[in-house]
């Protein structure tokens, strides 16, 4: 559904069913969409536990299920924080179904296998390395000396041009890239028309970011 449907400039919902179906899409567009693929790989990942162990996965879910899921995940090696996302997604259908949650740490027998499999597994969390200014300096030639192919030319210039508005505004990699199966948004995605540059600064206009997804659009200089 367009996002004019809730701008004041689209038709306003005339029956009950209508609005309830205003009301799902904005339930949809409640979380991002890395949110909703890392949920539906986490609910797929619970879903194929049922089955390898013949358990149906009636909601609300008991104790036992998921302390087993627990089990499972952690000796098929994930880690702490994937096991956490697991179960947020778990957490997140039986909310959606209509359930009420109780807390994982306030239903003991998943509260203490979680933390026995945090204590064996440990809670380390590896993260990349970072690009440096050396690194950008030593492609900087061999990004010159692709440029000189025509057919490159544009190509790699605009790739270079990303790095550097990357790197130099701190930015993630999703305010770059469209890495996603949905199509690009012209009210999310980065455009050149966000790009202000003065004789001092370049100021970058981010629509929606990691620490803000609702439009507060901050500017990165």
Aim: proline residues 5%.
């Amino acid at each position: 559904m367009s996002r004019c449907m809730f701008l004041g400039c689209g038709p306003v919902p005339t029956s009950w069913d209508e609005l309830m179906q205003r009301a799902a899409t904005l339930r949809e567009a409640a979380r991002a969409l890395n949110s909703k693929l890392t949920y539906a790989t986490g609910w797929r990942s619970f879903l194929r536990y049922c089955a390898r162990f013949g358990r149906p996965p009636s909601l609300p879910l008991s104790d036992d299920m998921v302390a087993g899921y627990i089990t499972l995940l952690a000796t098929e090696g994930k880690t702490i924080s994937t096991i956490k996302t697991y179960l947020c997604a778990v957490r997140a259908v039986q909310l959606d179904a209509g359930y009420a949650f109780v807390p994982w740490q306030e239903r003991h027998l998943v509260y203490m296998t979680l933390q026995g499999a945090r204590r064996l597994l440990g809670d380390s969390h590896k993260r990349m390395a970072a690009i440096t200014i050396d690194m950008l300096t030593q492609m900087a030639p061999e990004v010159q000396r692709m440029r000189q192919d025509p057919k490159l030319r544009v190509w790699i210039g605009a790739v270079w041009a990303a790095m550097l508005v990357g790197f130099f505004g701190m930015l993630r990699k999703d305010n770059l890239t469209k890495g996603k199966p949905d199509p690009f948004h012209p009210f999310r995605g980065l455009r050149r028309g966000d790009v202000d540059i003065s004789r001092q600064r370049i100021w970058l206009r981010l629509r929606v970011a990691k620490t803000a997804q609702f439009g507060e659009e901050p500017h990165v200089s």
